[in-house]
């Protein structure tokens, strides 16, 4: 398979068997500028290992602006500035829930701690958001959601795309947050308030596990 890194035990799911093939043989015909870079497609996966996975985020798409995505949902390069809009958004309801104030937009430290930050269509050509969505990347998030609730997790699901690949979380003793997605068109009507960092730090801290250092 061309243009998969190294995914660890991902690999074993059967999108890599049944989708990926057409997938990257779609997009090696594509010759648009497509985002984020190759080597970067996967690094959500990459960064967090499914037996390191504690918290899934879902986001929807990367960001369609050369230079913004790498890789992983809602998350920037370093560089980037000013934040895309829904970023600030998340960072304005972190610092009202926890307090905590971040200015880099590298949302790398929480991958790092266990919270998987995945959007369900992996590509999007320069300039045009969504570009990618009819060609199959969502049976990938599916089976993700499979294999993590095979153990408590945490869901964060900010909007109704998000939110209807609940169906795909097995049950169990899970942690399950909805509210509107932090985009400027959704934010004020349920996603500022809704206090996702502390209701995932309270349940890990139940769980026994340690609590994500959102500040990281």
């Known amino acids: 398979m061309t243009g998969l890194p190294d995914i660890g035990a991902w690999r074993d799911l059967e999108f890599f068997r049944s989708d990926w093939p057409r997938i990257d043989a779609a997009l090696a ?9 190759a080597a970067q497609r996967f690094a959500a996966l990459d960064l967090t290992p499914p037996e390191s996975t504690r918290v899934v985020i879902l986001g ?15 998350s920037v390069e370093p560089d980037v500035a000013p934040l895309p809009r829904s970023l600030r ?3 304005k309801e972190l610092q009202a829930d926890l307090g905590v104030t971040r200015d880099s937009g590298d949302l790398r430290g ?14 999007v050509p320069a300039g045009e958001a969504h570009g990618h969505k009819g060609l199959g990347w969502q049976a990938l998030a599916h089976q993700v959601l499979e294999r993590t609730s095979e153990k408590p997790t945490a869901y964060i699901l900010w909007g109704k795309p998000a939110q209807a690949l609940a169906k795909h979380i097995r049950p169990g003793d ?18 500022f308030g809704s206090h996702p960092f502390s209701a995932v730090n309270s349940w890990l801290k139940n769980q026994g596990e340690p609590e994500i250092d959102w500040a990281k």
Not at 29 to 37: F, G, Y
């Open 29 to 37: 015909a594509d010759d648009r500028q497509i985002l984020p870079p």
């Open 60 to 74: 929807q798409d990367p960001y369609p602006t050369p230079g913004h995505a790498h890789g992983l949902a809602f």
């Open 89 to 91: 958004n998340i960072y």
């Open 174 to 191: 899970h942690l399950i947050v909805k509210s509107a997605h932090p985009s400027p068109l959704s934010a004020s009507r349920g996603f």
């Open 110 to 123: 929480w991958a790092r701690q266990g919270v998987l930050l995945l959007n369900t269509v992996l590509s």
